[in-house]
């Protein structure tokens, strides 16, 4: 039987869904579950649910990581944390596996200095799956656990989250893409424009480039990006969600209430700066009201001089040479 | 009177809702609308309006760049075009801004070499305003006009930006972030890091580094962040809420149905790839339903074995060293 080591310290309103999903788990997913935390909170928890006979240890950790810790400096003083203990526990062979849904940074931490990195691998990559348009599931990665990749290291993660790809969601050959700004070869930055040559001449089925609304639309299975992109491509994602969803609960009429808000024609565009001269430019899909509110903000950039100001501005900064 | 030329022929609907916007602008904003295309199409649509005693021309322009044109071959070739004849009359002092719903490469390019770059500016920038969770507005550039930015020009995009935020959203001192993965000041990729320092000495009201969700959050007015980042951002809010809008109207119980797709919880969490040993990383909200698959997930990967086959495939894919 599979055994997962769970931090059971680790997240917001731990130790308490770290216990109810170790049970249910254990209870539906024939797996062994290995509870790593203080003892005292976890036991008391677990006593909550009928568990006596599941699958289930309690393994005492003494310390916490909380998310306030700086990842570096918690990996280092507190030895005996959940996450240490559980990163052990896979490290010894005791466990197969762990989760943690602590500090981010402190659990990458702890992965790559006690479980180490694999023998191909010269960097390790965080992979985020996200639901797409077609009902299917794109991972995302490198999303944080990097930055500053080169491109060898995106190479590894195409290779990487394409197994990662057949292993959860079955899919034998998935559609790798690379995340850019235009779907050309020639599009992108150094970075990309390197890692797309390496990509073609691997085995990987590498498709091309990707744009960040193919996110979503399920054009692709695997989306490879670097992970300072990647992590703020995750952010966003999260945060929009979030206040989609605060949008809606406030709001009766949340569907007509939320299209307006979201609805970026409403700002009549995105100008242009920097040239002598306003240009402004909407959206392919503007309608009259974009339109004319496109002409409203050209028209208040000119008459507010904007160039002007930012000659003058500029004037006053001082840029190194 | 402010005079503001109108890109006619370059949405995906054009020139529809050009010519109603600009009848709109006209009547209600107190400017006055060259409208640049052809002026047959142009003519019949404006007819269909009763805009007689409007201020608004049209500017004969024969040519007409596509969404599909290469925007630097379009700029080549297609020199009447609405586009160009568009600039021009902003260059010739004509009119005192353009706007254009058309293929945002051609506009740019068209910008950049007809009305010229600015005295002061190294590089020009698209600004993308966004609306934030505290009911106002937030600004990010550059959103695509450039990748591969020295730190000098993103500190020129943070001067554009809140010279910008001041002439159009009335606030005096914006508050401007640096995107990065991370507030603390070390937090970020070479780029970033360079850019934190120089914004630190500048002028500008810098309140420091910010993630991807403060693009919504509120926190700041201005961010600026590298054109190849800003364009991934852009695209990545345009296809979310374009999925989100989809599955509102295709669900009845959309609330319901929405938060269970959107809800990342339900894929069980991030695994870490590349470390000896499964790891899988999950939210610090975790429910008790998002530990359990999250143990799901990370059980999965111990049964496929996805470290061997990571270092199978990856000992077949020739990386270059």
Chains 1, 2 share one sequence.
Do not use: W
């Not at 003892?39 to 909380?66: C, D, F, G, M, Q």
């Not at 005791?94 to 010269?122: C, H, P, Q, Y």
């Not at 590894?156 to 394409?162: R, S, Y």
């Not at 193919?214 to 994602?237: H, R």
């Amino acid at each position: 039987m599979i055994t997962i080591a769970v931090d059971a310290m680790g997240g917001d309103h731990a130790p308490r869904p770290e216990v109810e999903g170790s049970v249910l788990a254990a209870r539906e997913l024939s797996v062994r579950v290995l509870l790593v935390g203080q003892a005292n909170p976890v036991r008391a928890e677990l006593a909550k649910h009928s568990a006596r006979n599941l699958p289930i240890e309690i393994i005492p950790a003494s310390e916490v990581i909380t998310m306030s810790d700086h990842p570096a400096q918690a990996f280092r003083r507190k030895k005996d944390s959940s996450v240490h203990v559980a990163a052990r526990l896979v490290h010894e062979g005791r466990a197969n596996g762990m989760i943690s849904a602590g500090n981010t940074g402190a659990v990458m931490t702890a992965a790559k200095f006690i479980l180490g990195t694999l023998e191909s691998v010269d960097r390790v990559a965080l992979a985020a799956p996200f639901p797409n348009a077609r009902g299917g599931v794109s991972v995302l990665l490198d999303v944080g656990a990097n930055v500053d990749s080169r491109p060898e290291h995106l190479l590894q993660f195409a290779v990487m989250g394409e197994v990662y790809y057949r292993a959860t969601f079955g899919n034998r050959r998935p559609r790798v893409g690379l995340l850019s700004v235009g779907e050309e070869e020639i599009k992108g930055n150094v970075l990309t424009r390197e890692v797309y040559t390496l990509l073609k001449k691997s085995p990987v089925h590498f498709v091309g480039n990707v744009e960040g609304g193919d996110l979503f639309s399920g054009s692709v299975d695997v989306i490879v990006c670097d992970g300072f992109v990647g992590n703020i491509a995750l952010k966003i994602c999260e945060g929009l969600a979030v206040s989609i969803f605060d949008l809606l609960k406030k709001s009766q009429g949340a569907f007509k209430g939320l299209k307006k808000t979201i609805d970026y024609t409403e700002y009549g565009g995105a100008p242009l700066l920097g040239v002598r001269g306003v240009c402004v430019i909407g959206h392919g899909r503007s309608n009259a009201n974009a339109v004319k509110n496109a002409i409203r903000v050209a028209a208040g950039l000119a008459r507010a001089r904007i160039n002007e100001r930012i000659e003058q501005e500029l004037s006053a900064t001082a840029v190194p040479a």
